[in-house]
């Protein structure tokens, strides 16, 4: 059975480490601070200004001035604060960031990440995410295995424009997980989500990996 996108998140946050200054991208990258391991001391960014990002409200707790970068409402923990967006990419591209945890319309074999536009669709431009791609030490992509037209979207060389070439460190999908040490090796696949066959994954996965 597919992982849902909270358990996706859930698994993303396991690779978090104590002390960790972390950037969540907008989508299912934001239920990664509903996850956080108890006893783990991270510190989230948004990169509109915020630092030190609490789980979503309750439904007493939402306040409309208090936002990530996707426009939803959050909470501020102790200790929160508010930066200039100057700052706040400063903090990014000043290589501060110990990981990054962003969703992925596509992602290569190589790493090359594309998560900003489709040709001949609307944008509002890319956002931070070619700053976090450069600046965050780890890239952790969330994202479905396929696209809603069955499409794999961990391939072999990415059909969308791209925001960063060989930067993803980990991927995890709906149906698996991989990683790779370090940016010269391939992807392994380091896990399966309950129920779902290697040939499940074989089938709907483009890109060449290792078992």
Same mark, same amino acid.
């Given at each position: 059975?597919?992982?849902?996108?909270?358990?996706?998140?859930?698994? +993303? $946050?396991?690779?978090?480490?104590?002390?960790?200054?972390?950037?969540?991208?907008?989508? @299912?990258?934001?239920?990664?601070?509903?996850?956080?391991?108890?006893? #783990?001391?991270? &510190?989230?960014?948004?990169?509109?200004?915020?630092?030190?990002?609490?789980?979503?409200?309750?439904?007493?707790?939402?306040?409309?001035? #208090?936002?990530?970068a996707?426009k939803?409402?959050? &909470?501020?923990? +102790?200790?929160?604060?508010?930066?200039?967006?100057?700052?706040?990419?400063?903090? @990014?591209?000043?290589?501060?960031?110990?990981?990054?945890?962003? %969703?992925?319309?596509?992602?290569?074999?190589?790493?090359?990440?594309?998560?900003?536009? #489709?040709?001949?669709?609307?944008?509002?431009?890319? %956002?931070?995410?070619?700053?976090l791609? $450069?600046? +965050?030490?780890?890239?952790?992509?969330?994202?479905?295995?396929?696209?809603?037209d069955?499409?794999?979207?961990?391939?072999? +060389?990415? &059909?969308?424009?791209? &925001?960063?070439?060989?930067?993803?460190?980990?991927?995890?999908?709906?149906?698996?997980?991989?990683?790779?040490?370090?940016?010269? $090796?391939?992807?392994?696949?380091?896990?399966?989500?309950?129920?779902?066959?290697?040939?499940?994954?074989?089938?709907?996965?483009?890109?060449?990996?290792?078992?």
């Open positions: 059975m597919p992982w849902t996108r909270n358990e996706m998140a859930a698994r +993303a $946050a396991r690779e978090l480490r104590d002390g960790y200054y972390v950037n969540l991208g907008i989508g @299912i990258p934001t239920l990664v601070g509903n996850n956080i391991p108890p006893g #783990i001391d991270i &510190t989230l960014q948004s990169e509109n200004g915020m630092l030190g990002l609490g789980p979503y409200p309750r439904a007493d707790e939402v306040d409309p001035d #208090i936002i990530n996707g939803e409402t959050i &909470t501020e923990l +102790a200790g929160t604060s508010y930066v200039s967006s100057a700052d706040s990419f400063a903090m @990014i591209r000043g290589g501060h960031m110990d990981a990054s945890v962003l %969703g992925a319309m596509e992602v290569s074999e190589r790493g090359d990440i594309a998560n900003w536009m #489709i040709p001949g669709k609307m944008v509002k431009g890319m %956002g931070g995410a070619m700053d791609v $450069a600046g +965050a030490r780890r890239i952790i992509v969330l994202m479905d295995h396929v696209s809603r069955g499409a794999p979207k961990f391939r072999k +060389a990415c &059909t969308l424009p791209l &925001t960063g070439s060989n930067v993803v460190d980990m991927i995890i999908t709906d149906l698996a997980v991989f990683s790779r040490p370090d940016r010269n $090796a391939p992807f392994r696949l380091e896990e399966i989500a309950p129920g779902i066959s290697i040939e499940t994954i074989r089938s709907q996965t483009e890109a060449r990996f290792e078992e």
